[in-house]
T-cell receptor, first 114, second 111 residues
Framework: NAGVTQTPKFRILKIGQSMTLQCTQD?????MYWYRQDPGMGLKLIYY???????DKGEVPNGYNVSRSTTEDFPLRLELAAPSQTSVYFC?????????????FGPGTRLTVT | GENVEQHPSTLSVQEGDSAVIKCTYS??????FPWYKQELGKGPQLIID?????GEKKDQRIAVTLNKTAKHFSLHITETQPEDSAVYFC??????????FGTGTSLTVIP
């Protein structure tokens, strides 16, 4: 299993540009998450999904959109990039069993908006 | 929503000593508390977790304690080794839909 994969690893965007961060997991996990991590801060939840076709906002959803058409993929869309979106983005997934279980994180995408 | 505070933000210990990182949470309904280790340039990785029906859990050199009354939980690493150097995050959740993370502790183990 590759686990959770993210592409690209790095990206530089100009203000106002758009891009999609890709996330794929091969563990057949129902739950998937997008976080951003700013320097000296913890991870902040942007969006999450409890299964294909279902998404919901987290703490910091403004400026982002997501979709979940398959169990495996959970792309994050930035429509009009702003400098405040400069961050490291992590995708995560977890299985659905009785109780709550660990999240598996991808390696991250470092995004710079200038 | 939940608010998780983590202290200290940086911690340096001599190899072989113990390290303790503390977190407090605000939502008494939170019932799952994972700890993650993040190495440079990588995503966080779970090292230990505890559920609200348990007061302490150990895994070799790592232990976590939970005090539900005081709403705080702590990570204990004994016999620290240089490879323990990393950033550690605590988190809390009620349902597993939304996880709330602390701001991280940068641990340095000095050989």
């Amino acid at each position: 299993n590759a686990g959770v994969t993210q592409t690209p690893k790095f990206r530089i965007l100009k203000i106002g540009q758009s891009m999609t961060l890709q996330c794929t997991q091969d563990m057949n996990h129902n739950y998937m998450y997008w976080y951003r991590q700013d320097p000296g801060m913890g991870l902040k939840l942007i969006y999450y999904s409890v299964g294909a076709g279902i998404t919901d906002k987290g703490e910091v959803p403004n400026g982002y959109n997501v979709s979940r058409s398959t169990t495996e993929d959970f792309p994050l869309r930035l429509e009009l990039a702003a400098p405040s979106q400069t961050s490291v983005y992590f995708c995560a997934s977890r299985k659905t069993l009785t109780g709550i279980h660990e999240q598996y994180f991808g390696p991250g995408t470092r995004l710079t908006v200038t | 929503g939940e608010n998780v505070e983590q202290h200290p933000s940086t911690l340096s210990v001599q190899e072989g000593d113990s390290a303790v990182i503390k977190c407090t949470y605000s939502d008494s309904a939170s019932n799952y508390f994972p700890w993650y280790k993040q190495e440079l340039g990588k995503g966080p990785q779970l090292i230990i977790d505890i559920r609200s029906n348990v007061g302490e859990k150990k895994d070799q050199r790592i232990a976590v304690t939970l005090n539900k009354t005081a709403k705080h939980f702590s990570l204990h690493i004994t016999e620290t080794q240089p490879e323990d150097s990393a950033v550690y995050f605590c988190a809390a959740t009620v349902t597993g839909n939304q996880f709330y993370f602390g701001t991280g502790t940068s641990l340095t183990v000095i050989p």
